[in-house]
């Protein structure tokens, strides 16, 4: 197949001229709407997917409003076949992702693989001169966050970090009532996800699916047993892919503390969490914990308890029933000076609380006095504002034109992933870890310290 090289001043033209339409025409489509089929543009960057399973096709279907879909890629070649045929019949479909990068025509990247090919992915695509759009989590661990923040300056592509909740209303209100002093100076900061249970297993050996290239997905994980439930859904639950709901909903809802908080380039200096793994070890079983508790300290003292809302408790994929956390369990993982209040909590967001009030904000809204009182009180003119994007695709497909940065970009997701990998550690190692942000090293444990990255296998091994 011929591949002929986009000439880049006639790209930016016509992807200039394909976002200045959609918006005259107001047909954004909303974050939610994943039913609705594509309705693909013949102008615009031409768009190569890959990682096309349940999220991966969710985000390919947005940018196949915005672009061309001209080739989808995945190990798992059923999931490829699929989103060939919802995308754009006329797509190529390849099961290695390099085959794909190495086309001078894709023009953008659409990455939606787990968790564990995140950033070689990206790495990868950056490096053939292509701009990406990711999904979170950023990384796998710390110092792939290092890596890839260089191989991002020094190629100078674009690359925007699903984090879409930068782009909806109540989490930018929510910011700038904050940073702008409505509810006083910052005490303390409460960030809570879903209590998603890890129970299960453990699962038996199965054949390879034809359609599968086991070892490809795999990657720079450990070699192991095929069984279906490391793959797609429930990956998450394996610390040889993923960081649990630690890192998965834990890279949405840190992202937004740090926003308010203005410490998006910082981190804490120290971290103690605790975590319940309800496997207990045992092989075969999903080895994340479901429960925790993390005590995040910053260099100025202000405090950040991140946790997992035990009235909020989910079950999904091959997940058994939720193992009870006793009340002595409940009084370890959180200790008797937390407030009862966390303890029990039934919601999963954002608290902010400040000398002055509270203002609480997750997708289903944002809430305080704060809020209320911006009707009769709105902010001034040269107050601060977040940045003013509306739609998380459709900003990345806008900075690929205009080459200006995008509202998530791996500078700042790479150190909200980070406060959540040190979290894992902390919990992982069972004690207080030391948090240097100007060096982005664990201070004064080596053993720790050796856990900002992982033995990778080869030839999956992450090179620049």
């Not at 910052?186 to 050996?205: D, R």
């Not at 444990?445 to 091994?461: F, G, K, L």
Request: with cysteine.
């Amino acid at each position: 197949m011929n591949h002929t090289k986009t000439n880049r001043r006639g790209f930016l033209k016509s992807t200039a001229g394909v976002l200045g339409s959609l918006s005259a025409l107001n047909c954004w489509p909303s974050s939610s709407a994943r039913g609705d089929e594509p309705s693909p543009t013949r102008d615009g960057p031409a768009v190569g997917c890959i990682g096309v399973g349940g999220r991966g096709m969710a985000i390919a279907h947005e940018a196949a409003r915005l672009g061309r879909v001209v080739a989808v890629c995945d190990a798992d070649l059923a999931h490829a076949e699929r989103a060939r045929k919802k995308l754009n019949p006329k797509a190529d479909v390849y099961q290695d992702y390099r085959k794909l990068l190495d086309r001078n025509d894709v023009d953008v990247v659409i990455n939606g693989t787990p968790d564990h090919w995140h950033t070689a992915v990206n790495v990868a695509a950056c490096r053939a001169g292509k701009d990406v759009y990711t999904e979170k989590p950023l990384t796998l661990t710390i110092d792939e966050g290092k890596l890839l923040r260089r191989v991002v300056d020094e190629t100078g592509r674009i690359v925007q970090v699903g984090t879409q909740q930068r782009s909806e209303a109540q989490f930018q209100t929510a910011v700038e009532l904050v940073r702008n002093g409505r509810i006083g100076p910052l005490k303390q900061v409460w960030v809570a996800i879903p209590y998603c249970s890890t129970k299960g297993g453990p699962f038996p050996k199965e054949p390879v699916p034809k359609q599968l290239d086991w070892d490809l997905y795999q990657g720079q994980a450990p070699e192991h047993d095929y069984c279906h439930q490391r793959t797609h859904c429930v990956f998450r639950w394996w610390y040889e892919y993923s960081g649990g709901i630690v890192t998965d909903w834990g890279n949405h809802h840190i992202d937004i503390a740090h926003w308010g908080m203005d410490r998006e380039l910082s981190g804490p200096a120290s971290i103690d969490a605790r975590g319940l793994f309800p496997n207990e070890g045992r092989a075969d079983c999903f080895n994340t914990a479901d429960s925790f508790f993390s005590r995040m300290i910053y260099p100025d003292g202000l405090e950040l308890l991140f946790f997992a809302a035990l009235g909020d408790p989910r079950t999904y994929g091959d997940v058994d029933k939720h193992k009870p956390i006793s009340p002595e369990q409940t009084e370890w993982l959180f200790g008797k000076e937390v407030p009862e209040e966390i303890k029990s909590y039934s919601r999963n967001g954002v608290m902010f609380i400040g000398e002055k009030g509270r203002v609480f904000v997750n997708r289903g809204g944002v809430h305080g006095k704060a809020v209320d009182e911006l009707k009769e009180n709105p902010l001034s003119d040269d107050a601060w504002r977040a940045a003013p994007s509306t739609h998380h695709m459709r900003d990345f497909f806008e900075c690929v034109a205009s080459r200006r940065q995008p509202v998530s970009p791996v500078k700042i997701q790479h150190r909200t992933i980070t406060a959540c990998h040190l979290t894992n550690l902390s919990l992982r190692l069972g004690r207080p870890l030391r948090w240097d942000p100007v060096q982005e090293e664990i201070v004064g444990d080596d053993e720790a310290r050796q856990w900002q990255s992982r033995p990778q296998r080869e030839p999956y091994r992450i090179t620049v």
